[in-house]
């Protein structure tokens, strides 16, 4: 009759949360106490109710006992079945009562609230940062404990967040899940594959607010802002040397260790940029990309097909600061103001 009433006589003593069943508040309390009374006498796990117990046994003996009649696809729990076919009848029954938006399992609407209510329940009890979901917190707490329990089993690269070795295992498999529409490019992530498609629809989001230079990366125009800043946050232990980007601190850092590490599987020659050796296997393949659109002649590199480019053009960019004459590259430049300085 409670269900008619909606009497709830039974109360939490510690939060004065109520239910209408004993046994629902006799579950509840362990919320509090961490009472995990029922264990697995396999790997010794507990678990705070028995159902829970016989879901996890499955874990052991392998069982799936609930299929789905449309895919045949099994599970451990009904419950999990139940979500499952939501894929195939496109149910979402829980529904947000701010926005409309709906789900289809009830703690993804939890989750979902939380975007509007602004609550973040799971704080850290070592630096205080709070977040809306428990698996946030546990995967935020290894940056203190300096956990990092996934593991690459090709090169034993370790990480924090499994989605980081997911990705890092492309590294090695060369696999490119998310492919451009317009022009069959493939990338390694979505996020790479969103910025790719701005360079066809022309769409450049990120705006400076200094000089109105708009970027299709937030990475990128955090990178020309430090043109107006000044700022260089990477600084080379080594020489006191200090770069806009981590990346350049890296290349850099290999003039002090010597390090090679890209190699040329052809002749043996290495070198320190991945873009280098692009351009030395075009040794090997005779591939010249870079074309010019007046006499058709091809270049190995960018930086050749510019400088050729001015001998249609006529541009010389690079001026003596004694006599004025100018030239087409800095390398004649440098020739000419030898004749200034002899004696």
Do not use: A, D, W
Not at 34 to 57: A, D, I, Q, R, W
């Amino acid at each position: 009759m409670r269900t008619h009433t909606e009497e709830k006589p039974h109360s939490c003593e510690i939060c004065g949360y109520s239910f209408s069943k004993k046994s629902n508040l006799v579950r509840h309390i362990r919320t509090h106490s961490g009472e995990k009374p029922h264990s697995c006498e396999v790997c010794g796990n507990s678990f705070t109710e028995k159902y829970k117990l016989v879901s996890h046994m499955s874990t052991h003996t392998g069982e799936t006992p609930h299929t789905c009649e449309v895919c045949g696809s099994s599970f451990t729990e009904n419950s999990t079945l139940v979500k499952h076919i939501r894929t195939h009848t496109g149910e979402k029954p829980y529904s947000c009562e701010v926005c409309g938006y709906s789900f289809t399992e009830k703690s993804k609407l939890v989750k979902h609230i939380r975007t509007h209510t602004g609550e973040k329940p799971y704080s850290c009890e070592v630096c205080g940062y709070s977040c809306t979901e428990k698996s946030t917190l546990v995967i935020h707490m290894r940056t203190h404990t300096e956990e990092k329990p996934h593991s690459c089993e090709i090169c034993e690269y370790s990480f924090s967040k499994k989605s980081n070795l997911v990705r890092h295992i492309r590294t090695h498999t060369g696999e490119k899940p998310h492919s451009c529409e317009v022009c069959g490019n493939s990338f390694t992530e979505k996020y790479k594959l969103v910025s790719h498609m701005r360079t066809h629809t022309g769409e450049k989001p990120y705006t400076c607010e200094v000089c109105g230079s708009s970027f299709t990366e937030n990475s990128t125009l955090v990178k020309h802002i430090r043109t107006h800043t000044g700022e260089r946050p990477y600084s080379c232990e080594v020489c006191g040397y200090s770069f806009t980007e981590k990346s350049k601190l890296v290349k850099h850092i290999r003039t002090h260790t010597g390090e090679k590490p890209y190699s040329c599987e052809v002749c043996g020659y290495s070198c320190t940029e991945k873009s280098t050796l692009v351009i030395h296997m075009r040794t090997h393949t005779g591939e010249k990309p870079h074309s010019c659109e007046v006499c058709g002649y091809s270049f190995t590199k960018k930086s050749k097909l510019v400088i050729h480019m001015r001998t249609h053009t006529g541009e010389r960019p690079y001026s003596c600061g004694v006599c004025g004459y100018s030239f087409p590259q800095q390398s004649n430049l440098v020739g000419h103001m030898k004749t200034h300085t002899r004696t």
